[in-house]
């Protein structure tokens, strides 16, 4: 049972996902979380494609470079102390990006929202 691939269905988590602190590497691509998802501290060696969240996503204390273009965050995305340096072409930020004490917070806020852009956009406000 353990060995079988996961279905679309089971893809989809109905609340928050919360692996801060745990020893999981990988999550499957295309993984959509209705609710938050907290990877605070997380072991995560590689960032799950296709990665769909409904609410915050909170990535603080990450050593991740960079995020991929195909993530959407329905609320805020959460970067304070991650060692995230650019945002990819086609991130979607519903509300905030927070960026507090990460090489992103040196640049301007026209230059952040110039990175994500033509096919991404961060509505709300750059917190620092």
């Keep these: 049972m353990f060995n079988e691939p996961l279905t ?3 893809l989809n988590v ?4 919360d692996i801060s602190g745990v020893n999981i590497q990988h999550l499957p691509k295309g993984l959509k979380v209705i609710g938050n998802v907290d ?23 990450t050593s991740f470079k960079s995020l ?12 304070t ?19 507090v004490k990460t090489p992103l917070a040196k640049l301007s806020d026209e230059k ?4 994500v852009k033509p096919d991404g956009f961060i509505n709300g406000k750059i917190i620092r």
Excluded: A, C, Q
């Design 14 to 17: 109905k609340g928050d996902l």
């Design 39 to 61: 990877f605070r501290f997380s072991s995560l060696k590689t960032f799950p494609e296709k990665l769909f969240v409904e609410g915050d996503l909170n990535f603080e204390w």
């Design 81 to 99: 102390y991650s060692d995230i340096e650019t945002l990819s072409k086609g991130l979607k930020v519903e509300r905030n990006l927070h960026i």
């Design 8 to 10: 679309k269905e089971e």
């Design 68 to 79: 991929p273009g195909d993530l959407y965050v329905g609320r805020d995305l959460d970067l």
């Design 112 to 115: 952040i929202r110039e990175m």
